[in-house]
């Protein structure tokens, strides 16, 4: 079976900047993102082993959740001016690598990346799709039936774990598919939204359990107890929001070819020549070895 892994670029670069010390180029220019992203990269084909790979970033023009919210995620610091020029870095080695890159001004890379999980899953049985990223908000697209997970680094940038429905469960206290009506409920300090006032997760899990949807909790308001009912109603308006931008859009206008994504080369001419002006020594030598490593399980499994 294919196997196409879909990196969250914009959450992995930050976690990556934040992770590792800073890392000029021989030019003085910061490079420990992209070092860190790199880095990642080749974890991840090692130990996932994937056929296809496709990384997915932000536009830097305001999405349509800060049309719905102005305030959405206004509170979050600028981006460092250290990290930026890494971005278009980062581009560079795509380019180099032949790895595909996937963006749509007006959505997150959410929004993409769930896209891209639906479009491969709807076209073809033949796929497992795997989903790297730190953010959790991503949760909702893991899906068993249609074999779509979710990796997640849990311990700096080299370690990492596999969620599917069963894990997120346990790690959200519901399922994948609930995600966007609990949060709907207890809203999300990091993106600047407030569900309902007075609903924590105790009470939103236990909600979910009984009614199963936003929507059906209001279809049924009458039965639920009188001072919870109080609270429902009177934050109604702001579920309703929250709900809306809590949910990961699935049909972004992007032109998209499963094709092109399985011939990436790490080992390519420009890859090397790119490393070598980043000062990536130690890179160098992981992508060789990796790319033998490749090449031999390749020869192996033909006998």
Not at 49 to 67: A, G, L
Request: charge should be neutral.
């Amino acid at each position: 079976m294919n196997k196409l892994i879909i990196f969250d670029g914009n959450a992995l670069m930050h976690r990556a900047f934040h992770a590792l010390p800073p890392l000029t180029t021989k030019n003085g220019e910061p490079i420990n993102a992209v070092y860190g992203l790199v880095s990642m990269l080749l974890n991840v084909i090692e130990n996932l082993k994937p056929t296809h790979i496709i990384f997915c970033f932000d536009e830097k023009e305001p999405t349509f959740r800060s049309k719905l919210l102005p305030t959405y995620q206004s509170q979050r610091p600028e981006t460092s001016s250290d990290l930026i020029p890494q971005f278009f870095k980062a581009r560079d080695f795509f380019r180099a690598a032949h790895i595909s890159v996937y963006s749509k001004s007006g959505f997150e890379a959410d929004d993409v990346i769930g896209t891209i999980a639906k479009l491969v899953t709807r076209n073809s049985q033949q796929f497992e799709t795997v989903i790297v990223t730190g953010d959790r908000d991503i949760l909702q697209l893991v899906d068993d039936s249609k074999n779509i997970k979710l990796f997640m680094p849990i311990a700096g940038l080299s370690n990492g774990k596999i969620f599917k429905e069963k894990e997120t469960v346990e790690r959200i206290g519901v399922l994948p598919n609930q995600i966007p009506d609990y949060k709907a409920l207890v809203g999300d300090q990091s993106d600047n939204y407030f569900g309902i006032p007075g609903i924590g997760p105790k009470t939103a899990i236990g909600l979910l359990a009984k009614y199963k949807t936003l929507s059906d909790v209001y279809e049924q308001i009458n039965t639920i107890p009188e001072k919870l009912k109080d609270k429902l109603l009177k934050g109604k308006e702001s579920a309703n929001l929250s709900y809306k931008l809590a949910t990961i859009v699935r049909g972004v206008p992007i032109k998209f070819d499963i094709e092109n994504s399985d011939k990436w080369d790490l080992i390519s001419g420009d890859v090397i020549k790119l490393f070598e002006e980043y000062g990536f020594k130690t890179l160098t030598a992981r992508i060789k070895a990796l790319s033998r490593k490749i090449e031999e399980e390749k020869q192996g499994s033909l006998f």
